[in-house]
């Protein structure tokens, strides 16, 4: 495989290139960053990100120029192992795991991996989203035995003060991916937590979401999760995360996070709603998993891999002319009639981890 320079422009999509170029060990420059901005550069929470790949790989290099436009940025091996790192208040602990998610089980040794920080802040994904939906994605690529995350402190905006731990074995190589049914929604489960607030605020939640989503499905089960003390990180909050599960394991998910002058039922309508329009959009992936299964379908073994999507987000549309320029792959896609529904297959790379075989 080419270890040639590749050469982008912008700050869009910069972790998911980050990630692409540490998975195949090729030096990433990226130019014109943010360059007519009012402030110009990468951001403090982006060279946060780009410290944590540091800590996680062994060699790994980045020079930053003068004025933080551009960066270059040369991988180094994937060596994982026991890794702490403390996130800015920038940004939430979910937007630095969420990208190092599909990292972990290419790593020599097992990830474990603390982070400190926001774990819910209503703008990235919270930690509740990445347990509950991301990591059971993982699963359909075979990676199962081993994989937790763990919540030790929630952390609310602005102070934070959360800490949470991630787990993921090692794998040799994914498999093919075949989800073309997304069957019917069966269910709903949900949690409402809140930090330094009253306990009755998460109740609140739970009945204003209930009042709407028993109108659409009966098997409803949302629990409340309240912490306080040490465990409630520094700063006060309350939010729902809700997520619906089809016949076939197809996950759908909505979040909501309270903010100055909203109630719980504010919450709770915001993030049902949410749900409905996610659940609405069809697919066997939700739109915010989208690049997480189009990039392990990318990684996975030389075979066809196939996944029933609902319309595709300007998002996983840059990311996969990303994945055509930077993995040289072409993904097919075939627009299924009288949906918004798109059926995306590829033939993977046949990406094998760091672990060595026994």
């Known amino acids: ?26 030096p990433l420059r990226i130019d014109a960053i943010r360059s007519d901005s009012d402030n110009p550069g990468i951001t403090d929470y982006e060279a946060g990100f780009l410290r944590l790949l540091e800590k996680l790989t062994n060699g ?29 208040t920038s940004k939430s602990v979910g937007w630095y795991l969420e990208h190092i998610i599909p990292l972990a089980p290419f790593f020599k040794n097992p990830l474990q991996l603390t982070l400190h920080g926001i774990t819910t802040d209503g703008t990235d994904v919270s930690v509740d989203t990445l347990r509950t939906v991301t990591l059971p994605h993982l699963s359909l690529f075979g ?20 800490t949470v731990s991630f787990r993921c074995p090692t794998i040799r190589q994914l498999k093919p991916l075949n989800f073309i049914d997304p069957g019917r929604i069966k269910r709903i489960r949900g949690i409402a937590h809140s930090v330094r607030v009253s306990p009755q605020l998460a109740n609140r ?35 729902l995360t809700l997520v ?35 659940v609405a959009g069809r697919g066997a992936v939700d739109s915010s998993h989208q690049w997480l299964v189009l990039l392990l379908m990318a990684l996975g073994s030389e075979d066809v891999s196939r996944c029933r999507m609902g319309a595709l987000t ?21 627009q299924l009639q009288e949906t918004q529904e798109v059926l995306v297959s590829c033939v993977g790379i046949g990406y094998t981890g760091q672990r060595k075989v026994q």
Do not use: W
């Open 1 to 26: 495989m080419s270890k040639s320079l590749i050469h982008l422009t912008s700050h869009v999509l910069l972790r998911q290139r980050l990630v692409i170029a540490t998975l195949l060990g090729r």
């Open 205 to 239: 939640m739970v009945e204003a979401s209930r009042g709407l989503l028993n109108r659409y499905i009966p098997d409803i089960y949302l629990y409340t999760d309240i912490y306080r003390g040490e465990e409630a990180g520094k700063s006060p909050g309350y939010a």
């Open 143 to 162: 990676i199962t035995d081993g994989l937790e995350l763990n919540i030790t402190k929630r952390g609310s905006a602005p102070l934070g003060g959360g």
């Open 314 to 334: 300007p998002h996983s549309i840059q990311y996969i002319r990303d994945l055509k320029h930077m993995v040289g792959l072409t993904f097919k896609m075939k």
């Open 244 to 278: 619906a599960e089809s016949t076939t394991g197809a996950l759908h998910t909505a979040e909501a996070v309270s903010s100055p002058g909203t109630t719980p039922e504010d919450v709770a309508t915001r993030a049902s709603c949410a749900l409905l329009e996610e």
């Open 60 to 88: 790994s290099s980045v020079e930053i120029s003068y004025t933080g436009t551009s960066i270059l940025y040369q991988p180094g091996s994937l060596t994982g192992g026991s890794v702490t790192h403390s996130c800015s």
